[in-house]
């Protein structure tokens, strides 16, 4: 069964600090994505990397894939209450088209 | 462009109940899928169509059927419900493998 573990679980920070999410497995995909979820909504995709060793940035977040494809992390500069929700990623297996979501990171933001 | 439309968007069943969850979507994607959130968890694929006329089943299909009836539509049947399957059920649509899914407003199910 592959899995996808996030951490931390939850984050609760003040605006302008820096934080990282970490999403491990030991499985190898093919691509990862990254999605973000307000509540009674569905989760918005914010970035797929599909390289190894491959890093994106999107304004104040920097994600990263690992080089062998089994882990990626999301990097928030200056975090502000807007980001504020429940950060998942999501990993595919090549052929497949089906995809494993994380277990969830939700980053509260203190303004 | 309406996107992934999902009905209902609440629901409330009796222990054995049947009922299906209807996912249309406009954007010609090949491939859809279902998943269910536990409250705080992420997400949990059911099953899924990596195109028409495929269905495959995904992490926890138990207790669920599904039907791809065109390229539009995906729906998901519960025969007889039980309270574990109390969740939020989100449908999804990708053109492709390492594409942006695209995610209805979900269906909230509570089974009592």
């Known amino acids: 069964t592959q899995l996808l573990e996030q951490s931390p679980q939850f984050l609760s920070i003040q605006e302008g600090e820096n934080l990282t999410v970490y999403c491990n497995s030991s499985?190898?995909?093919?691509?990862l994505q990254w999605y973000r979820q307000e509540p009674g909504e569905g989760p918005v995709l914010l970035v797929t990397?599909?390289?190894?060793?491959e890093v994106k940035k999107l304004k104040r977040l920097t994600f990263q894939f690992g080089d062998a494809r089994k882990d990626s992390s999301l990097h928030i500069t200056a975090a502000q209450p807007g980001d504020t929700g429940l950060y998942l990623c999501?990993?595919?297996?090549?052929?497949?088209?089906?995809?494993?979501f994380g277990t969830g990171t939700r980053l509260k933001v203190l303004a | 462009n309406a996107g992934v439309t999902q009905t209902p968007k609440f629901q409330v069943l009796k222990t054995g109940q049947s009922m299906t969850l209807q996912c249309a979507q406009d954007?010609?994607?090949?491939?859809m899928y279902w998943y269910r959130q536990d409250p705080g968890m992420g997400l949990r694929l059911i099953y899924y169509?990596?195109?028409?006329?495929?269905?495959d089943k995904g992490e926890v299909p138990n207790g669920y059927n599904v039907s791809r009836l065109n390229k539009r539509e995906f729906s998901l049947r519960l025969e007889s419900a039980a309270p574990s399957q109390t969740s939020v059920y989100f449908c999804?649509?990708?053109?492709?493998?390492?594409?942006?899914?695209?995610f209805g407003p979900g269906t909230r199910l509570l089974v009592l």
């Open positions: 999804a649509s990708t053109q492709g493998a390492k594409e942006t899914q695209y």
């Open positions: 499985s190898v995909f093919s691509s």
């Open positions: 990397v599909v390289t190894g060793g």
């Open positions: 999501a990993g595919e297996t090549s052929g497949t088209y089906k995809y494993i």
């Open positions: 954007m010609n994607h090949n491939s």
């Open positions: 169509s990596a195109s028409e006329g495929t269905t």
